[in-house]
């Protein structure tokens, strides 16, 4: 499975969009690109996922560069509830999650 | 929503002894998985199970673990001796079947076995 590469920290203020990005530049084109949270030692949690077009549903939204090299998770209106740990993780089909570092998102009132 | 649950959410355990973690799936998932984190580090796969017989393993998966789906519900993780380094969060996930070679089995996870090893 391809490698993704995340920022360690990000801060976002309350209410303002959460731009999360990652960077999957050795994808391959039957991988999938997925996203999954941890609120502090809570399971993970599934957020989103897509293999080429970009994607939305109630949590959040996926936009897929068109070389699918790199994505971008959008929280479009991040509450204190949404400080994570934030993990993109790209997978073929039936192979299990490898979960990074992640990105640590706070999000400050 | 339909969730799955672990059981128990805490096990504290001494040296050698075995433990059985829990975990009821949502009820269509034909896909189980164990993972595990270790205090402050990433999460870890241990194994997955499809079928009734394990699809993969991590080295991590030695002979003193196995997995099983005794009456058709549970899913459980049993370790048979106990080390100090196996003291982790246990975490169990479960997927639905996809149309295979066109959708990924989305794993949802539950909420956790805390384990102490003392």
């Known amino acids: 499975d391809a490698k993704t590469t995340q920022p360690p920290s990000m801060d976002c203020a309350e209410g303002r969009a959460a731009n999360l990005p990652c960077n999957h530049s050795?994808?391959?084109?039957?991988?999938?690109v997925y996203w999954y949270r941890q609120i502090h030692s809570q399971g993970p949690q599934y957020i989103i996922h897509?293999?080429?077009n970009n994607e939305t549903n109630e949590m959040a939204s996926l936009i897929i560069t068109e070389d699918r090299k790199s994505s971008t998770l959008i929280l479009p209106h991040a509450t204190l509830r949404d400080t994570a740990v934030y993990y993109c993780?790209?997978?073929?089909?039936?192979?299990?999650?490898?979960f990074g570092t992640g990105t640590s998102l706070t999000v400050i009132p | 929503e339909p969730e799955v649950t672990q059981t128990p959410s805490h096990q504290v355990t001494q040296m050698g002894q075995e433990v059985i973690l829990r975990c009821v799936p949502i009820s269509n998932h034909l896909y189980f998985y164990w993972y595990r984190q270790i205090l402050g580090q990433k999460v870890e796969f241990l194994v997955s199970f499809y079928n009734n017989e394990i699809s993969e393993k991590s080295e991590i998966f030695d002979d003193q673990f196995s997995v099983e789906r005794p009456d058709g519900s549970n899913f459980t993780l049993k370790i048979r001796s106990t080390k100090l380094e196996d003291s982790a969060m246990y975490f169990c996930?479960?997927?639905?079947?996809?149309?295979?070679?066109?959708?990924?089995?989305?794993?949802?996870f539950g909420p956790g076995t805390r384990l102490l090893v003392l």
């Open positions: 050795t994808i391959s084109g039957n991988e999938y």
């Open positions: 897509g293999l080429k």
């Open positions: 993780i790209v997978i073929r089909t039936g192979n299990q999650f490898y």
């Open positions: 996930a479960t997927g639905v079947a996809g149309l295979a070679g066109r959708y990924q089995e989305t794993q949802y």
